[in-house]
């Protein structure tokens, strides 16, 4: 009986599994990866059998996988809108798993950021930017982050400093991601002459998007904006170096045989030197920045990848002043500061990041993703300088004997700044993130645990001696003018998380996109629970002309970093809460020909809600925060873009912004001299620059394409300030409007499509050689303030005085680019 049963049950087994296997024997495996001919992963390619059903699209990585029927011939094709189409011919035995890996070249008449990737990309939240021509972007600062600034929406008026706003945001409100893993902003950075290396390294980079709000669940707790970033698996072996007066770098990937390995390892050095010595004070810059990074690839089978990114930083900035000397002030009252320094600044950062991510691909429209990252980083700012200063008011009536000449001695004194700061922040993160693709259908979701420690050491004061007073005055002591003095450890966890659908549907003359998600946040430190749902709807019309439309809403929750933890003296606020945003965007983008040329419009227009804010001074690029949930506000504008071919085969582009942001403190009223209470309302926040105009143009002599020219020309109005001592954050005035001209000459010698006249170029593959013109105009922006104090010597005089501290001047850099 036993027997019996033994015997049906193998029979049934048999009947069962004899169609799956048949099938399994008449089916073989297709898959590889598609990259352009930079070695960079293209996204959302087809790759479809000619004349059959049968079809699927590349992910992030550019990988794609097919099952095919095994037996038969078949003609594969790869295409995308921006490249040209590639064929395979194939014939494939059953069980055979194939690997074709295809490299597509770029559409002459079609550019990267011009074109519709996909219907499904252009209708989500975040945008991809073409890279292609970051390196003729004339760049004093060296990282990505200049192309971003380009942006509508987007502002900077420091081009010292990868730092950016957008619409009305600060610095600490923007989210940077590089390969799924979020950056970390530094504490301790002043000014943009002492920062290092951007941590996005362009040489490493395969794709860029950006949004400037209203963006996915899936993307973090920010109220600003995101920008993310995918670095490059490569497909062959590749060395590019460059070179420059600022600096340079070098980079190195290659793949093994069996194409399971594969790395990309690049290091760098930035001096600014050669342009802080354009800056008015004057003495001995020593900025030096270096940092090394590697991301290593293993892909043991066709559904498992394991990838290692690590970066190690050290950037140093030492600094020993001898004098300035600065004129200021209005056409009708011109004055003169005069310092002479003593001592010296010596500031170090240095970081290091270590991350391993798992990427588990059980079925063709299942990711599975593991990640696990450490980073650490040690801050440290030191200086005791000693200042000697004379304010004198210049005689400037024109034709005078004494033009230009001191009139009248308005203060004299001297100021002793002094900083021992020191921070230590270290973070262990563990993440998993998944995404599913059924029908119309991309579901999306993560869960994230990370632990946080920050030991922070403050002690600095400034202490200001005028005409023999110190100030503040007192009879018994001498008073620091700014103090503060602290000394905190916090250990924290943070629990956060997301899911989210992006749903298609609709017919042919009409389509429709939902992308709808919910964030969470949990932080142990001030126990408080966020939700931050958000939604986005895309229509297509079957128009005649090619338009899509888009609105967004959504909540934006930004809980507390120590930055916003700590107030102006060290001292920390346990209750603080997380600053909430709701967003509302609506847009456009209309892709038409102008010239028979390609081109792409868009608009949007949005307005942001904001509430429990935590008020902030901005000195250069330092944010000092009063560890206040007090303050509501809001933020309103309109971003405008064209960009295309003005010149036949080579973008260029033009955006508009309009921005206007306030916020009103709600315990920030006075008395005035008759004894009236007054409620100042709603005034300006730091970043309400009301106009915002960049323009990128490039042309090349129509004869000679190789030789090119590239402009970059950016406006901004002026941003508003007020003094640091006052306690009044609705004393504000016009900073002065930024304004900039940069233009750049490249001359192509070799690239992969020309061969060279000189027989040594041709062993490479690329070589370029640029000059590069900052600051073409030579205008002065500034980028703060010096507050001078003085005791008032005679009527109307002020007794402080807000002396600029001016940008860089003209400067020519000279820069060459190998590629082999």
């Known amino acids: 009986m036993i027997i019996i049963k033994r015997k049906l049950i193998i029979t049934w087994a048999l009947i069962i599994l004899f169609p799956i296997a048949i099938h399994a024997q008449t089916e073989a495996h297709l898959e590889g990866y598609v990259r352009d001919s930079l070695g960079r992963a293209i996204s959302l390619v087809h790759v479809l059998l000619e004349n059959t059903k049968l079809v699927t699209t590349t992910n992030d990585s550019g990988f794609y996988s097919l099952k095919i029927p095994a037996n038969r011939t078949f003609v594969v094709l790869f295409s995308h809108i921006e490249y040209r189409t590639e064929k395979k011919t194939i014939i494939l035995k059953p069980a055979e798993t194939f690997k074709i890996d295809v490299i597509l070249q770029f559409k002459i008449t079609n550019i990267q950021e011009v074109s519709v990737t996909s219907e499904v990309e252009r209708a989500l939240s975040v945008s ?9 972007i004339p760049n004093p600062d060296g990282g990505i982050e200049t192309l971003i600034k380009t942006l509508p929406g987007v502002s900077s008026s420091n081009e010292l400093s990868s730092q950016y706003s957008v619409r009305g945001g600060n610095f600490d409100e923007n989210l940077v991601y590089v390969n799924d893993i979020e950056l970390n902003r530094p504490y301790l950075i002043r000014s943009g002459q002492q920062e290092g290396l951007s941590f996005i390294n362009p040489d490493m980079v395969s794709s860029v998007k950006f949004s400037a709000g209203g963006f996915e669940a899936r993307y973090g707790d920010k109220m600003s904006s995101v920008l993310d970033v995918s670095y490059r698996k490569p497909v062959d072996y590749q060395c590019r170096l460059n070179a420059s007066l600022l600096g340079g770098s070098a980079t190195f990937e ?7 390995f594969s790395h990309i390892s690049s290091i760098r050095y930035k001096t600014s030197q050669y342009l802080l010595n354009t800056l008015e004070t004057k003495g001995e810059y020593k900025p030096a920045f270096v940092d090394i990074q590697s991301l290593v690839t293993y892909q043991p089978w066709e559904k498992l990848e394991f990838s290692l990114l690590g970066n190690f930083a050290q950037n140093k900035y ?37 991350a391993f991510t798992a990427n588990f691909r059980p079925m063709s429209n299942l990711s599975l993703k593991v990640i696990t990252s450490a980073y650490t980083s040690y801050e440290q700012e030191t200086f005791d300088i000693d200042g000697y200063y004379l304010i004198n008011e210049l005689d400037n009536t024109p034709g005078s004997d004494t033009y230009g000449d001191s009139l009248l001695n308005l203060g004299v ?45 403050l002690n600095e004061w400034t202490i200001v001696d005028s005409a023999g007073y110190s100030i503040p005055y007192s009879q018994t002591s001498i008073t620091p003018d700014d103090f503060a003095e602290s000394r905190n450890n916090i250990t924290s966890t943070r629990i956060s998380g997301y899911i989210q659908d992006t749903w298609q549907f609709g017919s ?40 899509m439309f888009h609105l967004a809403v959504g909540a934006y929750n930004q809980p507390p970093v120590y930055k916003e933890m700590r107030d102006f003296h060290g001292n920390l606020n346990p209750d603080i809460r997380a600053q909430q945003s709701i967003h509302i965007v609506l847009g456009s983008d209309y892709n038409l020909h102008l010239w028979n040329r390609p081109f792409k419009f868009t608009s949007e227009v949005y307005y942001k809600y904001l509430s429990k804010l935590i008020p902030y001074k901005v000195d250069n690029v330092r944010i000092r925060y009063t560890a206040k949930n007090n303050a509501i506000g809001y933020a309103t504008g309109l971003d405008l873009k064209l960009n295309g071919e003005f010149v036949p085969g080579i973008e260029s582009w033009a955006s508009v912004s309009l921005l206007k942001t306030e916020e009103n403190q709600n315990d920030d009223f006075y008395y005035d001299s008759q004894g009236n209470r007054i409620e100042p309302g709603f005034y300006p926040r730091p970043t309400d620059q009301r106009v915002i105009f960049n323009l990128f143009f490039q042309d090349y002599l129509p004869n000679n394409s190789t030789l090119q020219m590239h402009l970059n020309l950016v406006y901004g109005s002026p941003v508003h300030v007020s003094p640091p001592r006052s306690d009044r954050f609705d004393q504000t005035f016009p900073m002065g409007p930024y304004r900039r001209v940069d233009m750049g000459l490249s001359k192509i010698l070799k690239n992969r499509n020309k061969s ?11 070589f370029v050689i640029s000059l590069e013109i900052f600051n073409l105009l030579n205008i002065s922006n500034k980028a703060s303030y010096l507050w001078i104090r003085t005791v008032p010597n005679q009527e109307n005089v002020p007794n402080e005085f807000a002396v600029p501290n001016y940008l860089t001047s003209r400067r020519i850099n000279l820069k060459v680019s190998v590629k082999f």
């Not at 991809?128 to 390196?135: E, Q, W």
């Not at 290659?254 to 399971?260: M, Q, V």
């Not at 300035?324 to 310092?339: D, E, H, I, P």
């Not at 009409?510 to 126990?527: A, E, I, K, L, P």
């Open 128 to 136: 991809r930017i073409s890279i292609k021509d970051f390196n003729q």
């Open 254 to 260: 290659g793949i093994s045989k069996s194409n399971k």
């Open 318 to 354: 030492q600094f020993v002043p001898e004098s300035r000397s600065t004129n200021f002030g209005t056409f009708q009252q011109v004055y003169n500061l005069k310092v002479y320094y003593d001592g010296q600044e010596m500031d170090k950062y240095r970081s290091a990041l270590g």
């Open 413 to 457: 004194g001297g100021m002793l700044n002094h900083a021992r700061n020191f921070l230590w922040a270290n973070t262990w993160l563990v993440s998993h993130i998944g995404t599913y693709i059924l029908n119309r259908h991309t579901m999306r979701w993560s869960v994230e645990y990370k632990r946080e420690n920050i030991d922070d050491r």
């Open 508 to 547: 042919d003359k009409t389509r429709y996109y939902v992308t709808g998600g919910v964030r969470f946040n949990y932080w142990d430190y001030n126990r408080e629970w966020l939700i931050s749902p958000r939604l986005r709807f895309s229509v297509k019309p079957n128009w005649s002309h090619d338009f």
């Open 756 to 766: 060279s006249k000189i027989q040594l170029f041709n062993y490479l593959e690329e």
